[in-house]
Antibody, heavy 119, light 106 residues
Framework: EAQLAESGGGLIQPGGSLRLSCVAS????????MSWVRQAPGKGLEWVSS???????????DYADFVKGRFFISRDKSKNTLYLQMNSLRADDTAVYYC?????????WGKGTTVIVSS | EIVMTQSPATLAVSPGERAALSCRAS??????FAWYQQKPGQAPRLLIY???TRATGIPARFSGSGSGTEFTLTISSLQSEDFAVYFC?????????FGGGTKVEI
């Protein structure tokens, strides 16, 4: 069964940086597009970023406007791991961050990792 | 950005009853549309994609319909495990956008 496991969340001061990791098992992130989606406390789902896999756009990335220039998605195929580098964190970045398989609909989700931005 | 609006925000139903959840897109998304279920403390689970195709392992009591701007998720006979929050999502245009959710409660 395909699974995803996120890590790297925590309490961070405004302006700080964090790197989230997401390890995939039972499937390869090399041949699948991947995404990060977040959920602020008590709120709905919010797409953050995606990275393509396959075709002429291998490795193309997309970002929501609210993280563009601050967050960066990447992957290490040898470790079958997806990353989200988050810089210049703000209080409104506080959320559970999920990684998910797919960059259209998302069919496999991790349990999420919590990021709290607070002084 | 395409805005997804779900209604109602809360739906009170009894086990065994039928539930119909709605989602409206601010512009056409064709059938590039999905439904997810989320239970408290859990990750979302894909129910429906392509507006009407059930994801792997999803029971037949869940069905999706619609195209363009109007979509419906129908749960034919609610089971206790179906009480949850349901989100819609469009993937026709970037950025990907989700609805605000419908909470199905007893």
């Amino acid at each position: 069964e395909a699974q995803l496991a996120e890590s790297g969340g925590g309490l961070i001061q405004p302006g700080g940086s964090l790197r989230l990791s997401c390890v995939a098992s039972e499937f390869s992130i090399s041949t699948n597009s991947m995404s990060w989606v977040r959920q602020a406390p008590g709120k709905g789902l919010e797409w953050v970023s995606s990275i393509n896999s396959g075709g002429p756009n291998v490795g193309n990335t997309d970002y929501a406007d609210f993280v563009k220039g601050r967050f960066f998605i990447s992957r290490d195929k040898s470790k079958n791991t997806l990353y989200l580098q988050m810089n210049s964190l703000r209080a409104d970045d506080t959320a559970v961050y999920y990684c998910a398989r797919g960059n259209y609909y998302m069919d496999v989700w991790g349990k999420g990792t919590t990021v709290i931005v607070s002084s | 950005e395409i805005v997804m609006t779900q209604s109602p925000a809360t739906l009170a139903v009894s086990p065994g009853e039928r539930a119909a959840l709605s989602c409206r897109a601010s512009q056409s998304v064709s059938i590039n549309f999905a439904w997810y279920q989320q239970k408290p403390g859990q990750a979302p689970r894909l129910l429906i994609y392509g507006a009407s195709t059930r994801a792997t392992g999803i029971p037949a009591r869940f069905s999706g319909s619609g195209s363009g701007t109007e979509f419906t998720l129908t749960i034919s006979s609610l089971q206790s495990e179906d009480f949850a929050v349901y989100f819609c999502q469009q993937y026709n245009n970037w950025p990907l956008t989700f609805g605000g959710g419908t909470k199905v409660e007893i």
